[in-house]
């Protein structure tokens, strides 16, 4: 049968979502994991290849199996076998033909930002630390320019064939301020910050090449109309430094 599964992971550990050599990735980690539940050599497909360090709370999956003991047995059985950092959300029967890549029309990832005078220990994983003060309001105004259908080659490259157009259905940056918190947060005040963005698909780094883009507006070294501007060129250079891993997350795929 073709079993479709949504998988959530810190990616901290790991070299990326795809098997590679010599290298720990999430897809051989599940691989490894059906393998010794169902005693087959099973290959898995992913909605998406998230880079190394990259985090994800809804990749979808699929593979085919002739495990026989239900879906639920199967994800009680993976979620034993799976590292601590890796679970299965949810596992269920899929028709034959499911691609979790061909089939998708949405993706939606988010990017944290902590924004304060001091780094935040306990969010280092999952966010990236911008000490400097950022415009949000002029952030925001920029991200807009990015929804609908536009040539995103400024912003990254497509992982496969020449086409960079892309389409963008929604863009946002929420602010939520943070007080001094010694155990909860353990930081020394400031402000997490998070960008979502939703698309049929994605650029290699677009998302990353973006947020570092828009950082550079928030402190004021890039007007808005210098955003869309670079935007427009559909040249690589004219983007802003692309961002660390850490602070990104596949959040939803939308089929």
Known sequence: MRVRAIVSYDGTDYAGFQRQAE???????????????SQESITITGSGRTDAGVHAA?????FDTSWRHGTEALQRALNALL??????????????????RFDAHRRHYRYRVYNGPIRWPIGRRFSLHVPYPLDVT???AAAQTLVGEHDFATFGQPPQGSVTVRRV???GWDRE??????????????????????????????????????????????????????????ERGEAGQTVAP?????MKVTY
């Open 23 to 37: 290298v720990p990735t999430v897809q051989e980690a599940i691989e490894t994991a059906l393998g010794e539940i």
């Open 58 to 62: 809804g990749q979808v999956i699929a």
């Open 83 to 100: 590292p601590a950092d890796i679970a299965a959300r949810k596992v269920e029967e899929a028709s034959p033909d499911f691609h979790p």
């Open 138 to 140: 002029s952030m925001r």
């Open 169 to 171: 259905f929604r863009t």
């Open 177 to 234: 301020e943070i007080g001094p918190g010694p155990f909860v947060l353990g930081t020394a005040g400031g402000a997490l910050l998070t960008f979502d963005i939703e698309a049929n698909a994605f650029l290699y780094r677009m998302v990353r090449s973006i947020v570092g883009t828009l950082l550079d507006v928030g402190q004021g070294r890039l007007t808005l109309s210098g955003f869309k501007e670079a935007f427009e060129a559909c």
């Open 246 to 250: 850490q602070g990104l997350c596949l």
